[in-house]
């Protein structure tokens, strides 16, 4: 099932409940292989979807920067660091550097990334449906099924094939 992007956020709420206590459950007593598992389900669910058709992660959200993403970024821009932070970036409730606005300053037109090659290590880990310790990340997975129809997709699948017990 592919859920429509507009249909997303809705289908997310209806099973966060049930995805809540599956998580739970999993936090509880995770498989052995649930990181190889969750390797396999990911890399299933990337061979067929296209972030470039969505972008949704982009537009709605922005992700942590971290020093060496401001070091690496600004480098690619030729500033200095506290340039790039003044002009791009703001600190949130949690003292975190992130975008002072969203959709993303660096998403253009037709959903490519303008600093691809140099872009935050969230971004390249989104929706970090491949960690390691995958279930150390069950909040930040379940914010993320509602953004990301991959993760969407993925925890349904984990739901079918990994039982949480």
């Given amino acids: 099932m592919k859920p429509a992007l507009h249909e997303l956020a809705k289908l997310a709420k209806e099973r966060q409940s049930e995805n809540k206590k599956y998580f739970d459950k999993l936090k509880k007593n995770p498989p052995r292989d649930l990181d190889y598992q969750m390797q396999e389900l990911h890399e299933r669910e990337f061979k067929k979807t296209d972030c470039l058709q969505c972008a949704n992660c982009c537009k709605t959200t922005g992700p942590l920067f971290t020093s060496a993403d401001i070091e690496r970024i600004a480098k690619h821009f030729r500033q200095k660091p506290q340039q790039f932070i003044d002009h791009y970036l703001r600190?949130?409730?949690?003292?975190?550097?992130?975008?002072?606005?969203?959709?993303?300053?660096?998403?253009?037109?037709?959903?490519?990334?303008?600093i691809y090659e140099v872009r935050p290590k969230a971004c390249r880990e989104y929706p970090h449906t491949d960690r390691t310790k995958f279930y150390q990340i069950a909040n930040l997975t379940l914010q993320n099924v509602s953004i990301c129809p991959a993760a969407f997709n993925i925890v349904e699948e984990m739901k079918k094939r990994i039982p949480a017990k």
């Fill in 91 to 114: 600190i949130d409730e949690d003292n975190d550097y992130v975008l002072k606005s969203v959709p993303c300053t660096f998403l253009d037109a037709d959903n490519y990334c303008m």
